[in-house]
């Protein structure tokens, strides 16, 4: 099968489907997520059917010319890295779906449910195969819809349409930088091809050594950070909790926030090597890592601590990227690409049981659960498998990852040299005791304990249906498989993706012992601290929330709503500033506008001695026409000033029939025809309007002087209008194009008429707004009709 269908059928599919739910919903009613799973099995199929092709080093490619003026194709790539991502989706699809059909209740909007996860994973997996950087931000923009409509789920929550406007306004933003910066690479590459940037040596040198590489860099980087909830873009992801937990799990912990990730290791070969990258990468990484474990011992809400931890953990992965040096540039690669896909296994895994957890409990305050351990075996010993593992506890997958990015943190600090450098092996180790803590407290405050005899919290639980725990246990055994056994793993998903980012990229190899190493003895501390902390939490939590309530100013969060409500008020008062009411305000200062403007030409030429109108120009050779002008303002003057609206009408239609006759005598039949026919209706609906009025007098309160700044205005105008086309041959006229139409009006529409072909089909689109506009129009009458019938006939019934 051509490469480029077959790509473009696994991206699409999603979409197409998602039509299909209203359908099947009527067929199924609330087992449609059943239809949904299977949507993401046929797509996980069939990217499993790439990952031979990967693993043997080859790639799949191909694009159809989209908008060849612009360079723009519709193009997709499948190299390592974009197939472990699809790989992540997909199958994690599959579970969310699952889950999701006993997760929700019968009377949620279902059909609205998975038409946006549909979606949303259509846009994941073109974010993942896209090979085109104006495709991949159409797609970017997309998740950021697609997210904002799932947040928002719970429509009248206040709670969810405030994470909803907040993760669209700061993930949404952020992909606008990114657009920028895409703009400024291709002016510097001339293409918008990923493939072609990334595999050519030339361009990569090129975009290194251009002027513009911080600023391309920064905007990117802008973009991705956003996604994935860095520096200060993390504010977003806590609130973004607010969303139904498979909706969590799916987005926010697993995919979405991968996005901004993915595109950092997409760059790499670009970007990485410089001291850009590693300053903005590494650095913003280590600062989020460290803020976000921090922050998520003050929470107490389950999703809240996980929320945090997710921010945490990317942040774990934007810092490996950010390994790099001129000599190494990809130190933290294989660290990094491993740790994507063991942090997908935990994480959604967490996520699904702390959705168990409080739709059991009917809370997710962690201080009124405990005891949970008899009541619910199975659940918690998947937590205490999800929770190790990110805690980073052998014989599982988060194990290897923590040795490799203290090893590759180690290998960072001996590339640059000094005592310094080893603070980057020191932070990553309070990351590490920061998340050993959190994930220590999640199981033992959940399950162990006694439960509080709050009345809203029952006393009485047990473990859900399969439905629920299938993924949940799914996702567990492969924790335990890729810790034991992490060689086909690595080999199948993890080494493909390594290699499409870092050329000649040695082979990664995992294990679970590797004898006493810095490494090794990095993790005994991590523990020992761990467990200090955990000792120290209710008062490192306590001493967070006293500095937050004697600082309240200090808080990104509050940046935030104060930018976004003030941007409301500014609106409003700018709003009423321009917008008045009375119509007379934006006609005087329109016409101040057009005066200065207009004039700036004529004081042009006087300020050079130079004649305002040409000497060409002959006033004799339009004597001729002067009698046409001459009555058309007497018409103009007598729709103005006649008192009767009957004698006021047939001036001004006077007015636009001696406009007619003007474009007749200078050869222009069309629009004489259509002025003809335009005054002609245009006089019959005046007219028709007047026999309905009682009094056929015109009102005419204006006084003397009133009337008297009108005619200055208006002769104002006409003096300024006659001075512009006057001197209109003064300046070089604008090449004229009319040629085209004529060479070619015949051959591609098969018309004669030349005005008719240039409004009809050369300028389809105008023609179609302005019927669309005209429409609308019609629609709007048409409802102040109606609407005024509706009244009239409600009247006897009030009555009665």
């Excluded at 409003?572 to 917008?579: I, K, T, V």
């Excluded at 000497?615 to 009767?644: R, Y």
């Excluded at 070619?744 to 506009?773: P, W």
């Amino acid at each position: 099968m051509n490469a480029f269908y077959f790509l473009a059928g696994i991206v699409f599919l999603p979409f197409i489907m998602a039509l299909f739910v209203p359908l099947v919903y009527k067929l199924l009613k609330d087992k449609v997520g059943w239809f949904a799973a299977a949507v993401a099995f046929f797509c996980f199929v069939l990217i499993a059917t790439i990952i031979p092709k990967t693993y043997a080093g080859e790639v799949l490619s191909g694009n159809f010319s989209w908008i060849p003026g612009l360079s723009v194709n519709l193009a997709f790539y499948a190299d390592g890295l974009s197939v472990l991502l699809g790989v992540i989706v997909s199958f994690i699809g599959i579970l969310i779906f699952t889950y999701s059909n006993k997760y929700l209740s019968k009377d949620e909007d279902l059909v609205r449910y998975y038409e946006y996860l549909l979606v949303f994973m259509g846009s994941m997996l073109g974010v993942a195969f896209s090979d085109n950087l104006i495709q991949l931000f159409i797609f970017w923009e997309l998740t950021s819809i697609s997210s904002f409509m799932l947040i928002g789920y719970y429509r009248k929550t206040p709670e969810s349409i405030y994470g909803a406007t907040k993760a669209l306004l700061i993930t949404g933003g952020g992909g606008l930088f990114m657009f920028a910066g895409f703009m400024i690479l291709f002016s510097v590459t001339g293409t918008y091809g990923i493939s072609d940037m990334l595999t050519n040596p030339a361009v990569i040198d090129t975009v290194k050594n251009s002027p513009l590489f911080t600023v391309i860099l920064i905007f990117i980087l802008i973009g991705a950070f956003a996604k994935s909830a860095q520096g200060p873009f993390y504010i977003w992801l806590p609130n973004a909790m607010e969303a139904p937990t498979p909706v969590s799990a799916f987005l926010h912990s697993a995919t979405m926030v991968k996005a901004g990730v993915f595109l950092v290791a997409r760059m790499h070969p670009m970007f990485s090597g410089t001291t850009d990258w590693f300053v903005l990468v590494c650095g913003l990484g280590l600062v989020t890592m460290v803020g976000a474990g921090f922050l998520a011992l003050r929470q107490n809400d389950l999703k809240g601590i996980l929320a945090y931890s997710t921010i945490s953990q990317l942040a774990y992965l934007m810092t490996m990227y950010g390994f790099t040096t001129a000599a190494e540039p990809g130190i933290g690669v294989s660290a990094a690409t491993f740790h994507l896909l063991n942090h997908a296994t935990f994480k959604a895994c967490l996520f699904l049981l702390v959705g168990i957890i409080a739709h059991e409990l009917h809370t997710r305050d962690i201080r009124k659960m405990g005891g949970l351990r008899k009541e619910m075996p199975i659940t918690f010993i998947l937590t205490i498998i999800a929770a190790a593992a990110m805690a980073g506890i052998p014989p599982l997958n988060g194990f290897l990852s923590k040795e490799l990015f203290y090893e590759s943190s180690l290998h960072m600090a001996e590339a640059l040299g000094g005592g310094l450098a080893y603070i980057i092996p020191a932070l990553a180790v309070v990351g590490g005791v920061f998340t050993f803590a959190y994930s220590f407290r999640l199981i033992l405050k959940v399950f162990c304990g006694k439960r509080t005899t709050d009345p809203d919290v029952p006393q009485h639980v047990h473990d859900p249906s399969w439905i629920l725990l299938g993924p949940a246990v799914l996702l567990a055994a492969l924790i335990i498989l890729i810790g034991l056994f992490p060689t086909p793993f690595i080999d199948y998903l993890v080494q493909p993706a390594i290699n499409a980012i870092l050329q000649d990229a040695p082979h990664l190899h995992a294990a679970l012992w590797h004898g006493i190493t810095w490494p090794f003895i990095m993790t005994l501390v991590t523990f020992a601290l761990g467990i200090l902390v955990y000792w120290k939490y209710d008062a490192i939590a306590a001493w967070q929330t006293q500095i937050r309530e004697k600082h309240p100013k200090i808080s990104i969060n509050r940046v935030y709503n104060v930018l976004v409500n003030n941007a409301f008020d500014f609106g409003a008062e700018l709003g009423g500033m321009l917008q008045k009411g009375p119509p007379i305000g934006y006609v005087k200062s329109l016409l101040i506008f057009s005066i200065t403007l207009a004039l700036i030409p004529v004081l042009y030429f006087l300020l050079l001695g130079k004649p305002i109108f040409p000497e060409t120009l002959d006033f004799s050779a339009i004597a001729s026409e002067v009698l046409v002008f001459i009555l058309i303002l007497l018409a103009a003057w007598g729709a103005a000033s006649l008192p009767k609206y009957l004698s006021a009408i047939i001036s001004l239609s006077a007015c636009g029939f001696f406009v007619s006759l003007l474009y007749a005598y200078l050869k222009a039949p069309d629009l004489a025809m259509t002025q003809l026919c335009v005054e002609t209706l245009s006089t019959i609906m005046f007219l028709v309007v007047i026999m309905k009025l009682k009094n056929k007098e015109a009102i005419r309160p204006e006084k003397t002087r009133f009337k008297l700044k009108n005619a200055i205005i208006a002769g104002a105008c006409a003096f300024v209008l006659f001075m512009m086309l006057a001197g209109a041959d003064l300046m070089a006229p604008f090449e004229t194009f009319s040629h085209y139409f004529i060479e070619n009006g015949i051959e591609m529409t098969a018309g004669r008429n030349i005005v008719n072909v240039i409004v009809v089909d050369f300028r389809g689109y105008d023609t179609i707004g302005e019927i669309s506009v005209i429409c609308i129009a019609a629609l709007a009458v048409y409802n102040i009709i109606k609407s005024r019938t509706a009244k009239q006939e409600s009247k006897p019934e009030e009555k009665k």
